[in-house]
């Protein structure tokens, strides 16, 4: 487990980078990331590279044995190259110039961009491909799906959809373009999605456009990575993404990358809804899930938030050193804080960093000193892994499309996925957050919320695992759309209805009207936002509805299929249902609990296929205690226990 630090060479007087490094590895910072910026320092004239001030600070660092990860500063094109080459800059979806003055101004199709960046990152390459002290790459900074409707974009997304339809009439007939007159004539009328809200526009052209934009970042980003791999083959390459706004199809981008890095901002206000305690959790397991395998934070939480919004409160004693903990335990190998000092100039001045502008060593900094010490202790989950039972099917493109159409008041995709995980954390279950299709057969249980876009290859990969006996969750709106987002002719789930034994015959998007059901047990729980009306043709009824209009209706249904058993849920639950739901699973697929946890804590449990860590993180905000199944030996304290008693934000680590 090593930490680190982002740390912006460029934009400290280079008197301060000795210190500052000094203070660093007496600290225990074991890696620094530079450069992602600092284009114009690089290259301060077209052609003309100075690595100068970067060497000296790259061999200052070197010197004190920190790492660095090498940032490529595609992301902020130098203003003598806009100057240049204005058709560079981005256009919005409104059709305008994107204005000059912040970050991420330039389209990333367009070739002249390309060539400069292409330039660049070979520049760099040939600089610093023989340095030892440089041991990753990140390409860019938290590129997104990018949005820009310059005319070589547009030409480039007419290309993609005829290379996918074949001609016009191809793309016609996926989109359903009768509708409104909307039939392209002429591949030239073919545009991007306006910036209308997109539940008003064509669903077919928003997805494609999705699909598009995604592919072109993931592709900018594979064309750095082998510019990379051709000086340095063995060097991990990375991009750093967060999980907010308009992400690139994290599966796609990530595909050909050798690793995930996530910048990790969790909430500083603790929130007073205890259901959205493991909100942050899942987006780690989430991170974990793209390759499925460890991952880094490149940037985490240091200090209070502002600039892009008004600072949030400062970080609560603890704060800073248990979420970085927290993303480790959840499989980041290595923490890298954001940032190590907060700056004096720029946008970013109140976004805080771990020292203020004071410099003067603060609370903050006494906790990630401590933090690093704390990181050499859990070195004892090298080499552990995170094994579970139990995965949640994530599926980008069904999250897209339904937030271009939502589906009634306050219902989201994602937030059925959280309620899922948060019920299955509050049980101490390990949970994967992966791709519709992985490889299923190693779980016990799978969660499937609302595949809303029917995807061949998924759609067999989850009959598949069911036929050879796993256990199943499905829920409302899935098998809603075909590939190209248009409704299908057929009863919902469409292909999901033999697998579930159940087909929908109607439904109520009931939105914030509250409804009740009642589970084969007696248990009454609300339900909101939809229900399906559903007829039984092999399933049985697990829940029925148990108020209203539709008073003893089937609401969640059991179908046994081949060797497996799979479940439908017709409508969405408050958090009690899916803790009960969670628990019943979990009892019939033999799959342990941990009982008594407080609700807020966390439990991930590794193995290094001999020894089991069962790793406790307290996300509640009050000192909680933890009964211990049986006595079991602290890697933290030394000491054996048969409970643990823990601050707000504080981890142990008991052997099984
Ligand atoms: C990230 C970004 C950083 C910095 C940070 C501030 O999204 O990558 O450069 O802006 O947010 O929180």
Not at 489 to 503: C, Q, R
Not at 515 to 537: K, P, S
Request: aromatic share 12%; charged share 20%; glycine share 6%.
């Amino acid at each position: 487990m090593r930490i680190g630090v982002d740390y912006y060479p460029e934009q400290w007087d280079s008197s301060l980078w000795e210190k500052d490094a000094e203070i660093m590895a007496r600290t225990g910072v074991k890696i620094v990331r530079m450069g992602e910026f600092a284009w114009s320092r690089i290259e301060p004239q077209d052609g003309i590279f100075d690595f100068s001030w970067l060497d000296k600070a790259v061999n200052i660092f070197a010197r004190y044995t920190i790492k660095v990860v090498m940032g490529i500063p595609t992301n902020c094109p130098p203003l003598w190259l806009y100057e240049k080459h204005p058709e560079i800059i981005r256009i919005g979806m409104d059709g305008s110039k994107v204005q000059l003055g912040i970050r991420g101004h330039r389209c990333i199709n367009s070739p002249v961009f390309r060539n400069y960046a292409e330039r660049m990152t070979n520049e760099l390459l040939k600089h610093y491909s023989m340095n030892l002290a440089v041991v990753a790459w990140q390409i860019d900074n938290e590129m997104r799906a990018y949005q820009c409707t310059c005319d070589i974009c547009k030409n480039k997304f007419r290309t993609w959809l005829i290379d996918k339809y074949d001609s016009v009439d191809g793309i016609n007939k996926a989109f359903g373009n009768c509708a409104w007159s909307g039939e392209y004539s002429d591949i030239s009328q073919i545009q991007p999605p306006s910036d209308y809200p997109e539940s008003w526009q064509n669903p077919s052209l928003c997805l494609e456009w999705y699909r598009f934009t995604s592919y072109s970042t993931a592709d900018f980003a594979k064309e750095m990575m082998l510019i990379v791999k051709k000086y340095c083959p063995k060097i991990p390459v990375t991009t750093n993404v967060c999980f907010s706004g308009n992400t690139a199809n994290f599966y796609e981008l990530y595909d050909l990358l050798d690793f995930v890095s996530y910048n990790n901002y969790p909430p500083v206000r603790i929130s007073d809804n205890p259901d959205s305690y493991y909100s942050h959790a899942f987006h780690l397991d989430l991170m974990r899930g793209i390759k499925e395998k460890h991952f880094w934070i490149m940037e985490q939480l240091s200090g209070s938030t502002g600039g892009w919004t008004p600072m949030s409160p400062a970080l609560k004693s603890g704060m800073l050193m248990g979420y970085s903990l927290q993303a480790m335990l959840h499989g980041a190998d290595t923490v890298l804080h954001f940032r190590w000092r907060t700056a004096l100039t720029g946008a970013e001045q109140f976004n805080h960093g771990i020292l203020d502008h004071s410099n003067v060593p603060n609370r903050r900094f006494f906790e990630f000193s401590e933090l690093c010490k704390r990181a050499e202790q859990m070195s004892v989950l090298d080499n552990t892994f995170i094994i579970s039972d139990i995965a949640i099917l994530y599926s980008p493109e069904s999250e897209k499309a339904l937030e271009y159409q939502p589906q009634t008041e306050n219902f989201s995709y994602i937030h059925q996925l959280k309620a899922f995980h948060a019920a299955f954390t509050h049980f101490g279950a390990n949970i994967d957050v992966i791709s519709p299709d992985s490889d299923l057969t190693k779980y016990k249980l799978v969660i499937a919320p609302s595949l809303f876009i029917n995807n061949k290859k998924e759609t067999e990969n989850i009959y598949r695992y069911v036929i050879n006996g796993g256990t199943l969750v499905l829920t409302n709106r899935s098998g809603v759309k075909d590939e190209h987002n248009n409704c299908i002719m057929d009863s919902l789930p469409t292909v999901f209805k033999e697998l579930i034994g159940a087909e929908v015959t109607e439904y109520d998007p009931i939105g914030n009207e509250v409804h009740t059901i009642r589970d084969f047990a007696g248990n009454e729980f609300v339900c909101t936002q939809w229900c399906d009306i559903l007829r039984l043709t092999t399933a049985k009824a697990y829940a029925e509805y148990n108020s209203g209009e539709y008073w003893c209706m089937p609401a969640i249904t059991l179908n046994r299929y081949c060797n497996g058993v799979a479940y439908y849920i017709g409508t969405v639950c408050h958090a009690d249902f899916y803790e009960s739901f969670a628990s019943n699973l979990m009892m019939q697929t033999r799959i342990p609990k941990l009982k008594g946890l407080p609700r807020g804590v966390e439990v991930t449990t590794r193995t290094d296929g001999t020894d089991e860590y069962i790793c406790f993180f307290n996300n509640s905000g009050n000192p909680v205690s933890i009964p211990l199944p049986k006595p079991m030996y602290s890697v933290i304290n030394s000491m054996g226990r048969d409970k643990l008693e823990l601050r707000p934000f504080e981890v142990d680590i008991v052997r099984k």
